[in-house]
């Protein structure tokens, strides 16, 4: 088992910056990937903000691109993501995440995969 564990979430103004941090813990040997996904409310599903590989591959969303930087410590076991120039439609619970199995591009996080509590970033306009 993996137990993520998140901080940094917010209230923060249009165009200011916030930087999350999660923190993996156990059977952490299996995990090849960490990412962070959002959820707006009402929406059942998660959509990707960015996932950084263990061999230091990135992918971002479209969305967040050139404002979000996704970085990892393999000694501290954790995975950050900083993000600026934030925007009212940034607002989100962000969640962090380590897939069971293998990520790969395109992959949709299932309920199975581990993931962390969730923190709550609003961005006022």
């Known amino acids: 088992q993996v137990r993520l564990v998140e901080s940094g979430g917010g209230l923060v103004q249009a165009g200011g910056s916030l930087r999350l941090s999660c923190t993996a813990s156990?059977?952490?040997?299996?995990?090849?990937?960490m990412g962070w996904y959002r959820q707006a409310p009402g929406k059942w599903r998660r959509e990707l903000v960015a996932?950084?590989?263990?061999?230091?591959?990135?992918k971002y969303a479209d969305s967040v691109k050139g404002r979000f930087t996704i970085s990892r410590d393999n000694v501290k076991n954790a995975v950050y993501l900083q993000m600026n120039s934030l925007k009212p439609e940034d607002t989100d619970v962000y969640y962090c995440?380590?897939?069971?199995?293998?990520?790969?591009?395109?992959?949709?996080?299932?309920?199975?995969?581990?993931w962390g509590q969730g923190t709550q970033v609003t961005v006022s306009s």
């Open positions: 995440n380590a897939p069971r199995g293998t990520w790969y591009n395109g992959r949709i996080p299932g309920p199975d995969d581990y």
């Open positions: 156990g059977s952490i040997s299996s995990i090849n990937a």
């Open positions: 996932v950084i590989t263990s061999g230091g591959i990135t």
